[in-house]
């Protein structure tokens, strides 16, 4: 800890490894969740799929397309949430021990702790979605445009070829309102599910919990997080795969295609069609990625997350 700083000092290689342990948590729980993501994203896009549930609608992609139509994506998905999911935990690593040095003590940071949770996730969040963007756009090709491609380089190289930058980015003010309060609801009820769960408990008990009940505290806080992650970021994510679809007027601007399309789908489809799936699979999926980045850290040696919970 520096003279200018109130926090303890993070080096270069504890970026490094915090980067390292968000990749691998990102990457795993988002490719082993790729068989739902696809049903997800058909329910979403595809007009034959409308009204059903993730079960049937899964059993009809099988019967049409054979078992492995439901790894569609697989590729650019486990390679696109390896540098996000490295980049947001890093970065919000980074970016509220930057907010917390900037209240000039641990009370006033405690205090607005809040606002430092919205602040360092959502900021984390926007720079690591530029590079996932190409990515994610060439995901959703594959899922949601049947033959649009072999894989992942093919469907990027295709992109590349046929529409350049603009078919890479043209989802991306989208991604933006997908990711960040997915990132927000992540990161911001996370720290508030395991403040409250530690106050229940006292310091006592806190100081004296075994690994499996730290294994817990992360597993029970992330899948409240989950289901706020869900909420809050599924109308993007519906409106997100329509646009890379190729839905809705391309003479039009993003912003202006977006709000477009939300007035076409209504609040019903916009806010419920592939919720349920959604709500599944993401609480599935921040749940596992705060669990397996606690373990990254614990093994590779990264220092602990700066804490300014309320006890």
């Given at each position: 800890?520096?003279?200018?700083?109130?926090?303890?000092?993070?080096?270069?290689?504890?970026?490094?490894?915090?980067?390292?342990?968000?990749?691998?948590?990102?990457?795993?729980t988002?490719?082993?969740?790729?068989?739902?993501?696809?049903?997800k994203?058909?329910?979403?896009?595809?007009?034959?799929?409308?009204?059903l549930?993730?079960?049937?609608?899964?059993?009809?992609?099988?019967?049409?397309?054979?078992?492995?139509?439901?790894?569609?994506?697989?590729?650019?998905?486990?390679?696109?949430?390896?540098?996000?999911?490295?980049?947001?935990?890093?970065?919000?690593?980074?970016?509220?021990?930057?907010?917390?040095?900037?209240?000039?003590?641990?009370?006033?940071?405690?205090?607005?702790?809040?606002?430092?949770?919205?602040?360092a996730?959502?900021?984390?969040e926007?720079?690591?979605?530029?590079?996932?963007?190409?990515?994610?756009?060439?995901?959703?090709?594959?899922?949601?445009?049947?033959?649009?491609?072999?894989?992942?380089?093919?469907?990027?190289?295709?992109?590349?070829?046929?529409?350049?930058?603009?078919?890479?980015?043209?989802?991306?003010?989208?991604?933006?309102?997908?990711?960040?309060?997915?990132?927000?609801?992540?990161?911001?009820?996370?720290?508030?599910?395991?403040?409250?769960?530690?106050?229940?408990?006292?310091?006592?008990?806190?100081?004296?919990?075994?690994?499996?009940?730290?294994?817990?505290?992360?597993?029970?806080?992330?899948?409240?997080?989950?289901?706020?992650?869900?909420?809050?970021?599924?109308?993007?994510?519906?409106?997100?795969?329509?646009?890379?679809?190729?839905?809705?007027?391309?003479?039009?601007?993003?912003?202006?295609?977006?709000f477009?399309?939300?007035?076409?789908?209504?609040?019903?489809?916009?806010?419920?069609?592939?919720?349920?799936?959604?709500?599944?699979?993401?609480?599935?999926?921040?749940?596992?990625?705060?669990?397996?980045?606690?373990?990254?850290?614990?093994?590779?040696?990264?220092?602990?997350?700066?804490?300014?919970?309320?006890?």
């Open positions: 800890m520096n003279a200018s700083s109130i926090t303890p000092t993070f080096g270069a290689g504890d970026y490094v490894k915090f980067f390292g342990a968000g990749a691998l948590a990102a990457t795993l988002h490719g082993a969740a790729t068989p739902i993501d696809v049903v994203t058909r329910i979403q896009v595809d007009d034959s799929m409308k009204g549930n993730m079960i049937r609608a899964g059993r009809q992609i099988v019967a049409k397309e054979g078992a492995s139509a439901l790894l569609t994506g697989f590729g650019p998905t486990a390679v696109g949430y390896l540098v996000q999911g490295g980049g947001k935990f890093a970065g919000y690593e980074f970016f509220k021990k930057q907010a917390i040095d900037l209240t000039g003590s641990l009370e006033k940071a405690t205090q607005h702790r809040t606002a430092i949770y919205l602040g996730s959502a900021t984390a926007f720079f690591a979605d530029i590079a996932l963007c190409p990515l994610e756009a060439t995901r959703i090709r594959l899922v949601s445009q049947r033959g649009f491609a072999s894989g992942l380089t093919t469907g990027f190289m295709r992109i590349a070829r046929e529409e350049g930058f603009r078919g890479f980015y043209s989802g991306f003010v989208p991604l933006l309102f997908k990711q960040v309060p997915y990132a927000v609801g992540q990161f911001s009820v996370h720290e508030a599910a395991v403040e409250a769960m530690y106050r229940v408990m006292g310091p006592e008990r806190k100081a004296k919990l075994t690994q499996l009940q730290s294994t817990g505290v992360e597993l029970s806080s992330g899948i409240v997080a989950g289901v706020a992650a869900a909420v809050l970021s599924h109308p993007a994510d519906t409106l997100l795969s329509a646009i890379n679809k190729g839905a809705g007027d391309p003479k039009q601007g993003v912003t202006s295609r977006m477009s399309l939300a007035r076409e789908f209504g609040p019903r489809r916009l806010l419920l069609a592939g919720l349920g799936p959604r709500i599944f699979m993401t609480c599935g999926l921040v749940s596992g990625q705060f669990v397996i980045y606690a373990q990254c850290k614990t093994l590779v040696g990264a220092p602990p997350g700066i804490e300014i919970h309320k006890e």
